[in-house]
Each structure stands twice: as C-alpha cells, then as structure tokens.
C-alpha cells in the first residue's frame, strides 16, 4: 500500500502495526517512494515468552535411580532368560 506522507503521519501507528504484519507499507515524499520494513521480524508466537519451569526435582537423584532401574531390568531379563 503506498501513501502519501501526509496521511502516513497521520496514520503513522497503524500503517506501523500493518508493516509488523507483513504488509508493504510505502509512501511517497516528493515524487521517491519509501518502504517501511521492520528491522527483525517480531515473535508473533503466543508461546515465545513463556519462562521455562524445571520438572525435575533438583533433590532426586538420577544417578541412583538409573541405577535402581537398572538392576530391575536385569532382574527381569535373567528372568526370561531363564524361561530359554
């Protein structure tokens, strides 16, 4: 969409909030056109600013219960070893 300047002053915000869009925004100033474009695209993202929560308790061990779940599954695979 091209414009005059004047009306881009005067709807200088909108004309803004179209180019954070992705629409061309241009105007026209004494006969040379001008883009507006963005200097980065902007996250537009709803889950972009969400702060990542820690789900693991920082108290459990992981070592120890790697090596529970270990010993677990050897007792279950001696078992159907066995069945051989």
Known sequence: MAVPISQFRKDI???TEA????????????????KVVPE????????????PLQVINPKFD???AATELRAEMEKEWEKDWGQL
Do not use: M, R, W, Y
């Open 13 to 15: 915000f909108a004309l």
């Open 19 to 34: 180019a954070l869009k992705g629409k061309v925004v241009e105007f026209t100033h004494k006969g040379v056109t001008f």
């Open 62 to 64: 992981l070592e120890s």
């Open 40 to 51: 980065s695209q902007k996250t537009t993202s709803k889950t972009a600013n969400i702060t």
